[in-house]
C-alpha cells in the first residue's frame, strides 16, 4: 500500500504544482498515524486559487482512475481537505495554512522530498 500511497501523492504533488500552489509539503505521517500514509499540504493565494488548486487534484486522480472519498471545506475555500483515505490533501489560503500550521502539530512526520519537475 505504501508504494501506491506514494505515486498517488507524487501526482497530487505535481497537479498542485502545474496550478501553482505555493510551499507544497509532502509528510509520511505511516509511523505517526493510523489513518493515512500521507498528507500533502499547499496554499493558494487566494480561495478562488485554492478551489482550482483542488479542482486540478481532483480532475487528475480520476484521469488515472482514483475516486475522491470525502471532501469539506470546498465551498468557504479557506482551508480545503480532500480524503483519498491513503492520501489527506490540505489546500489552504495562506493566513489559514500559518494560522493553523499543520507542519508543526505533524512536527513527528518525515518531510520527504517533492522534487517537483
Same mark, same amino acid.
Given at each position: 500500500? *505504501? &508504494? +501506491? ?9 505535481? /497537479? %498542485?504544482?502545474?496550478?501553482?500552489? &505555493? ?5 509520511? %505521517? ?10 500533502? %499540504?499547499? *496554499?493558494?493565494?487566494? !480561495? !478562488?486559487?485554492?478551489? /482550482? ?16 472519498? *470525502?471532501? +469539506?471545506?470546498?465551498?468557504?475555500? !479557506? =482551508? ?9 490533501? *490540505?489546500?489552504?489560503?495562506?493566513? +489559514? &495554512? ?5 507542519? &508543526?502539530? =505533524? ?8 522534487? %517537483?519537475?
Amino acid at each position: 500500500m *505504501h &508504494r +501506491e500511497s506514494r505515486e498517488m501523492a507524487m501526482s497530487i504533488v505535481k /497537479a %498542485i504544482d502545474e496550478k501553482k500552489g &505555493r510551499d507544497i509539503a509532502l509528510l509520511n %505521517i505511516q509511523h505517526v498515524s493510523s489513518f493515512a500514509d500521507y498528507f500533502v %499540504i499547499a *496554499h493558494g493565494t487566494s !480561495t !478562488t486559487h485554492a478551489k /482550482a488548486i483542488a479542482d486540478a487534484v481532483v480532475d487528475k486522480l480520476e484521469e488515472i482512475g482514483i475516486i475522491l472519498d *470525502h471532501k +469539506e471545506g470546498y465551498n468557504d475555500g !479557506t =482551508w480545503i481537505l480532500l480524503d483519498y483515505m491513503s492520501v489527506v490533501v *490540505h489546500v489552504f489560503i495562506e493566513d +489559514e &495554512r500559518y494560522f493553523y500550521n499543520l507542519e &508543526r502539530v =505533524w512536527k513527528d512526520a518525515t518531510f520527504e522530498n517533492v522534487d %517537483i519537475l
